[in-house]
């Protein structure tokens, strides 16, 4: 089965800074791989998805992820931080058996310093 | 707008209690799913069905049970077996595609506390 690991439960950035966050994946065919973001009390809106095409995705509000197969990741990166940024935000890879299953992170909560 | 509605926001169980949390999809979408969320854990797959009047367990159906009657429609029950009920519950619904690579819309959730 499909799995994602993402490490450090909370990351902590201050406003203008690189926000980076890691994903890892594990499967045994090329995934399909998504981020989302999730506010206090809301559901998961999605910010980009790789899905084959480029390796280097974009997504909203400044976000973008880069697919690397020989490294089994796919890290979410934003230039830099701001105030509004602050949320948690997950990984997730489809599972390969046609079921359209997703398999999530157990997430990572971003504080950003102001 | 299409969107996924789930209500209600909050709710309160009793002891021995099963109540159900409704999810509404028009967003046209054959499949649907119910995730539990706990802090630090993740979203968690309950159930999920693909299309009308079939579904699927997830990973932590026990004290759950579902149905799929009508293609917008996706109630989930949570039974007086669930034993520890308290969390934060997600519907979620995608359009059929190759492999899975439809992403999954998501609505703003509902909160089970038990009294």
């Known amino acids: 089965a499909q799995s994602v690991t993402q490490l450090g439960s909370h990351v902590s950035v201050s406003e203008g800074a690189l926000v980076l966050l890691r994903c890892n994946y594990s499967s045994s065919v090329p995934p399909y791989l998504f981020w989302y973001v999730q506010y206090p009390n809301q559901g998961l809106q999605l910010l980009l998805k790789?899905?084959?095409?480029?390796?280097l995705v974009k997504g909203i509000n400044g976000f973008e992820a880069e697919f690397k197969k020989s490294e089994t990741s796919f890290h979410l990166t934003k230039p830099s931080a701001h105030m509004s940024d602050a949320a948690e935000y997950f990984c997730?890879?489809?599972?390969?058996?046609?079921?359209?299953?997703?398999?999530f992170g157990k997430g990572n909560q971003v504080v950003v310093i102001p | 707008d299409g969107g996924i509605t789930q209500s209600p926001k909050y709710l309160f169980r009793k002891e021995g209690q099963n109540v159900t949390l409704s999810c509404e999809q028009n967003?046209?979408?054959?499949?649907m799913y119910w995730y539990r969320q706990d802090p630090g854990q993740g979203l968690r797959l309950i159930y999920y069905s693909q299309i009308v009047n079939d579904f699927q367990k997830g990973d932590i159906a026990e004290g759950y049970s579902v149905s799929r009657e009508k293609k917008e429609s996706f109630p989930l029950t949570v039974t007086s077996a669930q034993k520890n009920p308290t969390a934060f519950y997600l519907c979620?619904?995608?359009?059929?595609?190759?492999?899975?690579?439809?992403?999954?819309?998501f609505g703003d959730g509902t909160r089970l506390s038990i009294l």
């Open positions: 967003l046209n979408h054959d499949a």
């Open positions: 979620a619904s995608s359009g059929y595609g190759s492999g899975g690579n439809q992403p999954q819309h």
């Open positions: 997730a890879v489809s599972d390969t058996g046609g079921n359209n299953r997703l398999a």
């Open positions: 790789y899905t084959s095409a480029a390796t």
